[in-house]
């Protein structure tokens, strides 16, 4: 079967960990995979940051321009082409691994969260309602985006957390299976073989403004004889004017226990999870975290934001059992600093998180994404 998989760009992050697996777990099917996104993927990048990742049999660029400043409209000038691609791939199933972001019929939408709905109330973001112009701009683009929502109605929707689900249900009235992201834990558990564990709290992400990092660096102003290790992938002019603003707020507060990592390779990453005690997560209402579920493997002990996915999904809202939620950077300072000086407690939520950390394995992901894709196509048939 030939089958098309959907993604705005593979640029590293969760949500394209979503399409790449999804694609593996197709070619492990003996399917024909196409891969359709918008922007021509760079697979070196990917394999440094991401390590070894498994590739289409092709890839189809939509958009072999850059439309700069358009940004919010790429998606739905995508959406028009894809009907004449599958047509003229001859693609037997569509696979949207972005349905939040791209409104396209597909078989089957995986929505990491309804993103689209922040379109129907304007002043949702900030951004569009601040000016008469961002409500020009944005005006059109909820008028239009609101046309292609509809196409959620058809095919089967899945999401990646229970948080995630019920927001969508808010928005689309329809029933979504979860199937939870996937996560390398193998390899997170190998790293946690063997290293002496540091005094370190790990932070992991993409450096943009919603990963709230500055959470973080206050954290470690609190507590200076603790080490903070913030990485992340840049992904453009927005992530490197974050990343700015973060250098410039270590350099005020001569922090000299943290240090911003950017890009860094694959095996670092893992010395680095594999040395290190905590691991803290600043965003708010995340829509899963898949960093986090990496943190379980590698036996570190989390300390995330109390809301979304991290809190109600992975630690089950349960405190102290596979780590701590808090709502201010004292509070998470004060769990940190009960970490750092209690090996006991620390040991015995690492050993059971490894062992956890397990139920979210990529394996158990391709094995649901495939038995969805198998009910689909039977039906169809």
């Not at 002043?123 to 909820?142: C, E, G, M, Q, V």
């Not at 992991?204 to 603790?226: F, M, Q």
């Amino acid at each position: 079967m030939r089958v098309g998989v959907i993604s705005g760009s593979l640029e590293p992050g969760g949500a394209q960990r979503v399409c790449l697996k999804m694609i593996e777990a197709l070619k492990e099917a003996n399917h024909q995979v196409a891969l359709i996104t918008l922007t021509r993927t760079n697979w070196k990048a990917l394999h440094m940051m991401m390590g070894d990742v498994v590739k289409p049999d092709e890839e189809i660029v939509l958009l072999k321009r850059n439309f700069r400043g358009f940004d919010a409209y790429k998606p739905l000038l995508a959406a028009l082409l894809i009907p004449a691609v599958r047509r003229k791939y001859k693609l037997d199933l569509l696979v949207n691994s972005q349905g939040d972001t791209l409104p396209i019929p597909s078989e089957i939408n995986y929505v990491h969260y309804p993103t689209f709905s922040e379109y129907e109330d304007i002043d949702i973001n900030l951004k569009y309602s601040a000016s008469i112009f961002w409500r020009l701009y944005i005006t059109p683009y909820r008028l239009v985006h609101r046309f292609f929502k509809r196409y959620l109605k058809s095919g089967v929707l899945a999401t990646n957390s229970t948080f995630s689900q019920k927001a969508i249900k808010k928005y689309v009235n329809r029933p979504v299976v979860i199937i939870t992201p996937p996560v390398e834990t193998k390899a997170f558990n190998d790293a946690s073989e063997g290293g002496v564990k540091e005094k370190r709290v790990i932070s992991c992400g993409r450096y943009s403004p919603e990963k709230n990092y500055e959470y973080v660096l206050e954290v470690a102003s609190r507590l200076r004889d603790v080490e903070f290790s913030v990485i992340g992938s840049f992904s453009g002019e927005k992530s490197s004017q974050y990343y700015q603003k973060l250098c410039a707020i270590k350099s005020e507060r001569n922090l000299t226990n943290v240090e911003l990592l950017k890009d860094i390779q694959f095996e670092r990453l893992l010395r680095l999870y594999g040395t290190s005690k905590v691991y803290m997560h600043s965003m708010k209402a995340e829509h899963f975290g898949i960093v986090v579920v990496e943190a379980l493997a590698a036996g570190l002990v989390p300390v995330v934001y109390r809301s979304g996915g991290p809190w109600q999904d992975i630690l089950k809202a349960k405190q102290g059992y596979y780590g701590f939620s808090y709502e201010t950077p004292a509070e998470a300072a004060e769990f940190i600093e009960t970490l750092m000086g209690n090996e006991t407690l620390r040991g015995e939520i690492a050993n059971r998180n490894i062992v956890y950390a397990d139920q979210f394995s990529d394996a158990l992901f391709k094995k649901k994404f495939i038995r969805l894709v198998e009910r689909i196509t039977s039906t169809v048939q």
